[in-house]
């Protein structure tokens, strides 16, 4: 739960430029070459699958809200039918 708070407290804008930042140096530090064992390997493919999943866990639930409120605004209303 203490992850959950600190993140709370963490600007969205803030978290973004920070894994923006870090997913460069990642990426260029693996572009120089750099070895990786097995067990850092897996760590690495395992962040990435949360990354992933998460951002996809996300976007499905924006795109469902998008898809309620298309809904919701298409609905004709029933008041004054009789």
Same mark, same amino acid.
């Given at each position: 739960?203490?992850?959950?708070?600190?993140?709370?407290? &963490?600007?969205?804008?803030?978290? =973004?430029?920070? +894994?923006?930042?870090?997913?460069? =140096?990642?990426?260029?530090?693996?572009?120089?070459?750099?070895?990786?064992?097995? &067990?850092?390997? &897996?760590? =690495?493919?395992?962040?990435?699958?949360?990354?992933? +999943?998460?951002?996809?866990?996300?976007?499905?639930?924006?795109?469902?809200?998008?898809? +309620?409120?298309?809904?919701?605004?298409?609905?004709?209303?029933?008041e004054g039918q009789g």
């Amino acid at each position: 739960m203490a992850e959950r708070a600190s993140v709370d407290a &963490i600007s969205e804008n803030s978290l =973004l430029t920070d +894994f923006a930042k870090c997913s460069r =140096l990642l990426a260029q530090w693996l572009d120089e070459g750099q070895q990786l064992d097995t &067990i850092e390997q &897996i760590a =690495l493919e395992n962040h990435i699958h949360v990354i992933h +999943f998460s951002y996809g866990a996300w976007k499905r639930r924006q795109l469902l809200t998008e898809t +309620f409120q298309d809904h919701l605004e298409r609905k004709p209303s029933v008041e004054g039918q009789g």
